[in-house]
């Protein structure tokens, strides 16, 4: 059971409890993106049991006709293995989803998986036409060619600022200079993707720059942020017809994600602590 400390950030621990969760979140016309939370397995029967823990939950997503899709991580579906190993489950995961009309998200994690993720994604997109997305990290300066050569790709890109420690000599370290960068990118999308973009971020600028940019050149976007983050502002937007979704991480292994937000944010503890004393 996840104390209720914990509880602001994650949905539960069972995909009932994160079900329940996208239920209310759809009654405020916000869609859910579902994630079972678990990364960095080197054992391929670890990779196996989350991927097949995907398949159902992409079921229980199409039997409750929920406005829901899914997001996973390489390493979760065996990127630690090998390429081969994540390539088959991704297809596996993407190949399923298609069927049920269930879209599915690949998260980026460090740096030394871009190119595997890359490729695989790209390869999976291009044959199949699409039935899944693919975040970029704009603190990465390899970033816009990437962009660039997925841009007549069909699927979708979620733009997000990067959670990772990079090294100076590949990544822009600086925070002003994301944000800077961050806005540039999100420019040349709105320019040269037909398919819709997706934003990853609660900053308040970077949504309005987006809303301007949509004025400007009519491409669609959605706006993703995290369960427990601005979730005032995910519903203000959804109200006034912003396509919204809401990451919901859920699962077992929910300790090591609250502590990364609690790390990341100091006031997410205060605000955890607030959220259970009210
Ligand atoms: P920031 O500039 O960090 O914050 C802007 C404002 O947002 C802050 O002032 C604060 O008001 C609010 N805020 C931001 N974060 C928090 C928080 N944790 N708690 C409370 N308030 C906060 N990164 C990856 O590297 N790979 C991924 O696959 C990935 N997927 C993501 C998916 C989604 C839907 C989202 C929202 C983020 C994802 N990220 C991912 C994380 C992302 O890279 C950033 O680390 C994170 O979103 C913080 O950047 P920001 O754009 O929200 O803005």
Redesign the pocket.
Known sequence: MIPPIASKFVAGETSAEVLEHTRTLNEREVAG?LNLLGEHYDDPSDAAADTNAYVELIDDIAASDLDACISVKPSQIGLGVDEKTFERNLIEIVDYGANRGVFVWV??EDHTTTDATLDAYEALVRRHGGGAGL?L?ANLKRTREDLERLADAPGKI?L?????DEPDEIAYTDKDRV?DVYRDLLEYMFESFDDGIAI????PD?IAHARELHRTHGTPYEI???TG??TDTQYELAARGVDVYQ?VPYGPNWFSYFYR?VR??K??LAFALRAILN
């Open positions: 993106i998260d980026m975040c990290q979620r997000v600022k990067g959670a990772y944000d990853g971020s609660h900053d970077v993703q942020m995290l983050v601005r990451y937000r990341e944010r006031e997410n």
